[in-house]
């Protein structure tokens, strides 16, 4: 809390000396710059005024701003970038304060063929997006492709972890902004919504877009009107690529090493069915009575670990009719990796009696298939069309084996030892077409549209799960306390959703600001279908039955239906369900107006429309459904105070809201190894009342510091807790009537050296924050119906996920050489202070993940004009993550190490 203060302190004495210590400069030039050929904005253009020191760049936007030191009735504008040739503009002021001045550029032809591609590619430079984020008038956070490649980052969710106050869990697809995850996260492709294929999740895993489909990635967190209104940590959008270089073709092999996979080299084994691309024709047997039908072993199959990636990228453009430009972009890209761990898992009760007392050896496998097209038709100066066209692809399998003690399946800990085995596997194929529209349709008036068409497949086909014990004697006998100890599990889930974006702006009379109103739609169908499958032993045969635990199908297979077990799940439907329509509907409004030369404001309005319907069956519960309906009215301000050129005070406030999701939503189960969680149908949205203060400022190209000091209160917040029950369920409820986040972001990027071919740079960020919330038991049973009863431990506790230290770090070097050659060395660190995993209840203490640090190591050098060559080294300290539950004497519940991660690539330019 002390150093909170402090630091408010700070930025508090920051605004009162800059305002009154800066005079206003009066005078001076804008203007923007395009690329003659196309029509494109460039960015990251040298503007100067000839014979001063006044200098700047353009933002993405290709908008540049400057003052004169004194008043001068003409001058000379330079405005210079690689590839292009040098443009001097003669500029009269003629008695007035300001000129704009448009400038157009023009590339120096094929012999620098390789230097323009490469410029006109890095328009999300580092450079690039600082000038954007100090010229716009909302609070914006990018990293861009340029940076993703100085940092090796592979893919999306990696690249959102670089950003101030963003963490990612360990084991998980999950990120967390500013301690808030899943449901307080919105994802977005090219500002279009993106549906998920996890259905415990609300948003995609991120870890799936590769970044070679990826221009930037950027976080939201301080809501505008423009957003969705289930907002609470941030709005993440994704920005595919936008090709509009001349001819590239590019290939480039690979592969990543995991240590701990190595060691399995020989032993590495993994379920049957899958194939070596993430992709299996496998389906569960639609009727399974009568006869066993199942294709699948229940026996393993030792895998030959082989690691490896290839891609493909290729782009033109080529010029059509005497204004037109279509611009074609295609990436294909596979990669799989190996991995493998051994550690702690295990559950105990609230006075610390192991319940499952278990070791987990885990080998893992992912391939991830990604392709994506892209099509630009700039129409001409006024009017351009993108469409995009997105496939993904991503299997992942997982092999576990559990072996420990088991409370239910004996007394004897030393002797009567139990073995779970779980075999996974599961696909996520998802298909994205996106249209976009820009229009100039005059010299005030802008339209933009976007359309898009979802797909999302998500399948689990046939997860296997056995359990069997060893006697002292060394002999095998297969546990059946429950039927559903032994078993086979399926669940297919269908997502379309159509969405819809429309806005228009119309620019206020002397560069004042514009107006906008717009239309955000959303659509979507979820159907998600779920078999478990028991194989019920007969009574006695687990007692008398010897077993091979390395030839299962002799017992659990063909051979033993009917004689040895039975098959129960078919209670009248072979497959449980539940479906799902969401219809959001939203109108929005914003003014932006330069209230004064330095003060600019953003007002905005949001109105969203809300219905969202499920129904469900489930064997264990009632057949039910409901409709969730809300109107949210969503104001929010914006404010940019320009201290000077270089420094700027930031204001955002705004409400919106947190949304249940479908799964949240149903009274049906979904089960776990060690817990069940199930839905509840009482569950309503959560409002959010969002503050943010921040000071930014740009002291070189290229260079930035900022503090932010942020607040959230949150109003009847959703959590996932424990509820009293004989089988003790995890549901989801309204847990309180308010909770806090609170905190402070520190940001830095600082060149150390920045020579004509040589720089050395370094970036750092912080966030150091504090998150509360309090239950209220009564509040739960009462809203419920006496449904849900909750007993925590603790009266009040953080939000799962929150950390209250965050750090990312990074040192890097770059040498440009003749011919196009360079090389880049990074090392970056992250870390993340303890974080809640889960919260206690009936006298369980919480369950908290200790602090973690990572080390890597990035080298990427062009060799010559053709040939590139990327090393990489990850998670090089290779700490061991940790959760602890929280009882009087603290108990290490999960535990494991995930090895260090060697990458070798080559990509060859034609």
Known sequence: MNKLNYYVVLLIAAFVF?????????????????????????????IRIANTQQATSTNERGEFSLSLPEKADTFILVSTFVGYKSDSTSVSLNGKDWEFVPVALVNEGSTLEEV?????????????????????????EKIGAQELSRKGVGDAAAAVSQLSGVSKQEGSTQVYVRGLGDRYISTSLNGLPIPSSNPNLKNIALDIFTTDVVDFVGVDKSHHSSLSGDFGGATVNIGSKDYTGSRLFEVSVGSTINTNAIKQWDNFYLQQGPNLFGYSDYKAPADAQGSYHFKNSWDLEKKTVTPFNFGVKAGDSFKVGDEGRLSLFAVFNFANGYGARDGVNSNFSAQGAPLKDLRQSQHSYTANTTGMLNTNYQINAKHKLTYNFMYVNAGNQYSDVFTGFIRDAGSDAENYRGTINRSTFSSTQLLINQLLGKHTLTDKVDLNWGFAYNHVKGDMPDRLQSMYRQDANGDHYLIRINAADNHRYTYYLKENEIAANVSGSYKLDGDKGKVTFGYNGKMKERSFDVMQLNFNIKNGQQETTKISPSNLDEYLGASGYGNFYDLIGFAGNAFQYYNGDQDIHAAFANIEYKLTDRLTGVLGLRYENIKQYVDFYSIEYRKGENTLKKNGFLPSLNLKYELNERNNLRLGASKTYTLPQFKERVRFPYEEVTQVIVGNQYLYASDNYNLDLKWEMFPREGELYSITAFGKYIQNPINEIMVSSASNDISYANTGDKGYVYGVELEAKKYLLNLNNNKLSVGFNTAIMKTEQKFNPDKVSRETDGLLNIDPTNPSSKFTGASDFIVNADLSYVRNFDGGKNISATVMYNYYSDKLNAIGTGGLGNWVDKGMGTLDFVLKSKLTKHIGVDLAARNILNPTFERWQENADPIRVLSYKRGAFFSLGVNYRF
């Not at 323009?116 to 716009?136: C, G, M, N």
């Open 18 to 46: 800059q305002v009154t210590a800066v005079s206003a400069q009066q005078f001076g030039v804008r203007g923007r710059v395009l690329d003659v050929e196309n029509y494109q904005p460039l960015a990251g253009v040298s």
């Open 116 to 140: 323009v591609v490469v410029r006109r590619r890095e328009r999300v430079s580092e450079i690039a997006l600082l000038e954007e984020r100090k010229a716009s008038s909302l609070m914006l």
